[in-house]
């Protein structure tokens, strides 16, 4: 099975700051790796996807990089409605698996 | 806009059988792939299988084939989930979302079970 390992498991950084935030497979995925977040009590939210596309309606500062095993989700300008869980989720056609990384809480100080 | 409405929470025994829910509205590619993820109290999102409304084929988890029965009603676009014995470590919210590619666009509100 192919793992997921996000880094840090919190981040906490002050408003109008970038964050930077670390998605590592265990084996290439090539680009199949999402981004969500999860604010208290709220279902996730795709922010996005193909590793570096945003989904409709997500705003420009968040973006995402990287390709095979190393990801990385930017989220610039920090405001402070960004405070939430990040995970990353990949995708791999065979064998199928689907699997989320353990997450990343980012804090707005 | 696609919008995924799921049952409301459960409160159950252990050993009880439970089926939870999942309708889908107004999905412009009604052929998608809807799954599922648990999340357990503070935890993380767990990956539990996916289900083709056109033709019900599913892929499941390892870590959840046996466990759960994933099925669909594609007349009234509904997926469910579905326990024969659950278990205390079986409560969990339970969240179905809409495959677009090989990621999760639209998610539902959440069911929250609890086996007590």
């Known amino acids: 099975d192919i793992l997921l390992t996000q880094s840090p498991a919190t981040l906490s950084v002050s408003p109008g700051e970038r964050a930077t935030l670390s998605c590592r497979a265990t084996q290439s995925v090539g680009s199949n790796l999402a981004w969500y977040q999860q604010k208290p009590g709220q279902a996730p939210r795709l922010l996005i996807y193909g590793a570096l596309t945003r989904a409709p309606g997500i705003p420009a500062r968040f973006s995402g990089s990287g390709s095979g095993t190393e990801f990385t989700l930017t989220i610039s300008s920090l405001q402070s409605e960004d405070s939430a869980v990040y995970y990353c989720q990949l995708y791999n056609n065979w064998p199928l698996s689907i699997t989320f990384g353990q997450g990343t809480r980012l804090e707005i100080k | 806009e696609v919008r995924l409405a799921q049952s409301g929470a459960e409160m159950k025994k252990p050993g009880e059988s439970l089926t939870i829910s999942c309708q889908v509205f107004e999905d412009p590619f009604p052929n998608s792939w809807v799954g599922w993820v648990r999340q357990m109290p503070g935890k993380g999102l767990d990956w539990m299988g996916i289900?083709?409304?056109?033709?019900?084929?599913?892929r499941y988890s390892p870590s959840f084939e046996g466990q759960v029965t994933i099925s669909v009603d594609k007349s009234i676009k509904t997926a469910y989930l579905q326990w024969s014995r659950l278990q205390a470590s079986d409560s969990a919210i339970y969240y179905c979302a809409k495959m677009q590619f090989w990621e999760f666009d639209s998610w539902g509100q959440g069911t929250l079970v609890t086996v007590s």
């Open positions: 289900i083709n409304p056109l033709d019900s084929d599913v």
